[in-house]
């Protein structure tokens, strides 16, 4: 005869732990700068090299590497923006001067209009009222 009762345990999914060598994988990766064969990494956390590809691709160690990368440093004066001193002139009107101001009055996007918050501020400008 089968049991039909339906106690509450039912089925359960248990997920695995994460394998300990899928992060040392990706640090031994991330320490060479992505320029380590995943062969070498496998060989390094006796491994298969398929474990650590499908690793690589699932983590997007690809992707972590780009943001790891610094962007180049261009050091701006502050009257390096030829709206600057327009913007300057609005900002000392405002109780308060933000980026979103200065795209509603230059009609200019939020990345120029927050770089030039910026410079004004490196510039000793306070902007918060």
């Given amino acids: 005869m089968q049991n039909n009762s339906n106690n509450g345990g039912g089925d359960h999914v248990v997920a695995r732990a994460r394998d300990p060598n ?3 994988a990706y640090e031994i990766w991330e320490q ?3 320029e380590i064969k995943l062969k070498n990494i ?12 499908g ?11 780009d943001k790891l990368q610094e962007p180049p440093v261009i050091e701006d004066e502050p009257e390096a923006d030829e709206l ?9 009107e405002a109780p308060m001067a933000s980026a979103s101001l200065l795209q509603r009055h230059m009609r200019i996007g939020y990345t ?9 501020e490196r510039g000793g400008w306070s902007l918060r009222g």
């Fill in 55 to 65: 690793w690589k691709n699932k983590d997007k160690w690809s992707l972590s590497v």
């Fill in 22 to 24: 899928r992060d040392k």
């Fill in 84 to 92: 600057y001193d327009q913007v300057v002139s609005i900002a000392v």
């Fill in 42 to 53: 496998a060989d390094r956390l006796g491994i298969s090299e398929g474990t650590i590809r």
């Fill in 32 to 34: 060479a700068n992505g």
């Fill in 112 to 120: 120029r209009a927050a770089r030039l918050i910026e410079q004004m």
